[in-house]
């Protein structure tokens, strides 16, 4: 493996830096050696890419990752092989696994199980509760020692304001942020799609924008008494979003992310009953798919994330009410992101990256996200014209629920490097033999 | 192959035959009945001039004709329900159909088979028409993208119960002799009701006026996106209309905290014998059972003069025999010869 790599011809686009530019990437040792004109190849392995965008390595900060508990929907795995070819080289996975992360022996497991894969980095989002139960307070400073970048009980919420207000000022003494699923319990109880019309018409109960909206509200009351660092998982509604503006008009630390479904289907796409649109937050109205294009354009949203929520066909397989929420989209969300994005008008290939490198990396204070120079050669090429289609069956995740089969897309990362080391090229995966076992 | 006898074999000479008027190029095309949503306002009628055919059978000794003779229908229903899957059973019977029970609690879905294998199984047996009802809405859908044969939907979850519907629109259409610009109440916990559902569907195609009656929390403004009026006064609008179709009401429901007690329902939206004194003289009162005798309807007002109730349930007979009828005439000339 040569511990050269020199990737030509590229547009290098690196929003932390400021940087888009044809030029040429020369990696060594695992880092960024230099961006420019290149030296001459000499034993190097020289990928041309001509054409392609090179960017640093995509970051995902919102996967749901089934190990340990069920792990033939996804394992640590298989959820990175997934990652890789979606272009993504750091993935930050949820704690809902059975049993939950919220102990530093858990993260540690999930670290050890993400070096056997040899893949992208995993990086373990801890509990804020004891079994995502909303009670008691996990053991945070611990698990901080052993490498969790941030909290959140995701899957749910912290119901209990006085809960969540003592762990936000728990939390503020690690500076990591906590990550809250915005859903009221009580709300949204029994729901399992949006309420509103499509679920009047389907006889479906309803998940009301309420149950967000009101614990966005009491979180950022909270966040501002608190000093806490907080994040937003999937913001879906038009109420959420504009709480979020006014809460960094406000001055309070607060960040969010949204994911694909979220900018590009709505609650009518229930209308057949077809369980690959069941997902938490629910799909909403237009008028929230405006509101969520809108906040990603104007800032107010700063990730963009997808969700990747695996689930067997065995589970999905049943009556719309009783199936799980997900849908996954590691292998798809780049192009998912460019088609509600790009293609409208919305962003530009720079401000889109910098939603899915460094705004990301910021947020749960990774030194990731930017090419420079001394930095991870964490770097992803993109054909950005690459016309392809959907075809859940070539998929490197174990699971196939997404509703987005047959769908024609643009733009398509053709290559994963991650510390310097070619991960994903052509359609196929490269793990380090090195691994431990 | 299709075994009816000469009179039968063609559904339109059976409207024909019965007195009604048919469209010459009419044939019934669809295999499963699972929504009124997605049927015409002709396909509608033809379901109802097919029952009035069908009606006759019911008045005979012998209430039979071969229409089904050698299918099997089964009853897959994983609700509790005597009266339709009873109603269901007979109309079967009465088309010479074998007819097989299938009840979740003594059926393999209790082992943990999923919906799917089960009807897949069940299918495989060699069934021709499965009259399904479950508690999950879109369920009966699931079921129907699984299988070949027919199926009929006998109410998923809160979503329809078109044969329920039908049988409705039917008895307001023998009582009143039209649908189109008739006035109609629908009464109670509409959110929750297929019933409701199905019979405002049915009506709004037919062209008849609907007002959803209820509380708030029981009434949600949506359904004026879907054609209805919604009020939440019965008094002030109770002297309007032409049928009372008045739904069942849950003591359960008292927990999610929709309505604070059956007597407080009762008084606000009851059918007691006041409020009757105060409809038009010729209205038609309704309800599909089995009723709450004191809190939707009075005792009185359910033994009335008004009160179309047994006649629903007899209406449902015929309904459904032409249901069947029909969806096993559209898989059987979809069959290859």
Request: charged share 20%; net charge negative.
């Amino acid at each position: 493996m040569p511990t050269t790599l020199i990737i030509k011809n590229g547009r290098v686009i690196d929003p932390a830096a400021g940087r888009d530019e044809v030029a040429d990437l020369t990696i060594a040792d695992g880092r960024i050696a230099a961006i420019g004109q290149s030296p001459a190849a000499g034993g190097a392995e020289v990928i041309d890419a001509a054409g392609q965008i090179v960017c640093p390595g995509l970051i995902d900060m919102h996967v749901h990752l089934r190990e340990p508990g069920n792990e033939d929907a996804e394992t640590i795995a298989s959820g990175c092989a997934a990652a890789v070819a979606g272009g993504y080289t750091s993935i930050a996975c949820m704690p809902n696994t059975t049993p939950a992360v919220d102990n530093e022996a858990m993260i540690e497991f999930v670290y050890r199980q993400a070096a056997r894969a040899g893949l992208c980095h995993v990086y373990p989002i801890g509990a804020i509760t004891k079994g995502r139960e909303g009670k008691e307070l996990a053991e945070m400073g611990q698990m901080i020692r052993a490498g969790a970048v941030a909290f959140s009980d995701d899957g749910r919420g912290v119901a209990n304001a006085a809960v969540m207000m003592r762990a936000m000022q728990y939390a503020r003494m690690f500076g990591k942020p906590l990550i809250e699923h915005c859903e009221d319990p009580h709300l949204a109880e029994g729901g399992c799609m949006n309420a509103g019309l499509t679920a009047t018409r389907l006889g479906l109960p309803g998940i009301p924008a309420v149950a967000e909206e009101t614990m966005i509200q009491r979180d950022l009351l909270l966040a501002q008494n608190t000093g806490c660092r907080y994040h937003v998982a999937h913001v879906s509604t038009a109420g959420g979003v504009e709480l979020i503006r006014e809460g960094k008009k406000r001055g309070v630390s607060v960040t969010t992310e949204v994911c694909p479904h979220h900018l590009l289907l709505t609650d009518e796409c229930v209308a057949t009953y077809d369980t690959n649109y069941k997902v938490n937050p629910p799909l909403r109205t237009a008028g929230d798919v405006q509101a969520c294009l809108a906040g990603v354009a104007d800032g107010t949203i700063d990730c963009l994330v997808s969700d990747h929520a695996p689930h067997g066909r065995e589970d999905k397989e049943t009556d719309f009410p009783n199936a799980p929420f997900g849908i996954i989209g590691l292998e798809v969300a780049l192009g998912l992101f460019v088609r509600a994005l790009i293609q409208p008008g919305h962003l530009t290939w720079p401000a889109l990256l910098a939603k899915m490198t460094i705004a990301p990396a910021r947020v749960l204070g990774l030194s990731k996200g930017t090419l420079s120079v001394g930095a991870d050669a964490d770097v992803t090429i993109i054909d950005p014209d690459r016309r392809w289609q959907v075809g859940t069956a070539s998929f490197f995740s174990r699971s196939h629920n997404c509703p987005y089969e047959g769908w024609e897309l643009v733009a398509r990362p053709t290559c994963t490097i991650v510390g310097g080391r070619v991960c994903f090229r052509d359609g196929r995966i490269f793990p380090r033999t090195d691994s431990p076992a | 192959m299709s075994t009816t006898g000469p009179p039968l074999r063609d559904a339109r000479r059976l409207v024909a035959a019965a007195g009604g008027t048919v469209r010459e190029s009419m044939i019934w095309p669809h295999r499963h009945l699972l929504t009124l949503e997605d049927l015409t306002a002709e396909e509608i009628t033809f379901i109802l001039d097919t029952a009035e055919a069908f009606a006759d059978v019911s008045t005979r000794s012998v209430k039979k004709v071969p229409a089904l003779r050698g299918r099997v229908v089964v009853n897959l229903f994983f609700e509790d329900s005597t009266r339709t899957r009873t109603s269901f059973t007979l109309a079967a019977q009465r088309l010479s159909a074998d007819v097989i029970d299938f009840t979740a609690k003594t059926s393999s879905l209790s082992k943990g088979e999923t919906l799917r294998d089960t009807v897949r199984n069940i299918e495989a047996m060699g069934v021709d028409i499965i009259v399904c009802r479950h508690s999950a809405s879109g369920a009966t859908h699931l079921v129907a993208r699984n299988v070949q044969c027919c199926v009929i939907n006998a109410g998923d979850g809160r979503h329809e119960h078109p044969t329920q519907g039908l049988l409705d629109i039917y008895t307001m259409r023998q009582a009143k002799g039209r649908i189109e610009g008739l006035k109609v109440a629908i009464v109670g916990d509409v959110a929750n009701s297929r019933v409701a559902r199905s019979n405002l569907h049915g009506l709004r195609k037919l062209g008849a006026d609907v007002t959803l009656v209820g509380p708030t929390t029981l009434v949600p403004r949506a359904f004026e996106q879907m054609g209805a009026r919604v009020c939440h006064d019965f008094d002030a609008v109770i002297d309007q209309f032409d049928v009372i179709n008045m739904l069942r009401v849950q003591r359960e429901r008292i927990a999610s905290n929709v309505f604070p007690s059956l007597e407080e329902y009762s008084r606000l939206f009851g059918l007691t014998n006041d409020r009757v004194r105060r409809t038009k003289p010729d209205v038609l009162i309704m309800h599909p059972g089995p009723i709450n005798r004191g809190v939707e309807v009075s005792a009185d007002v359910a033994d009335g003069q008004t009160s179309a109730i047994l006649r629903q349930v007899t209406n449902g007979l015929a309904v459904r025999m032409a249901v069947m009828f029909l969806c096993n005439q559209a898989a059987a000339g979809a069959e290859p010869h």
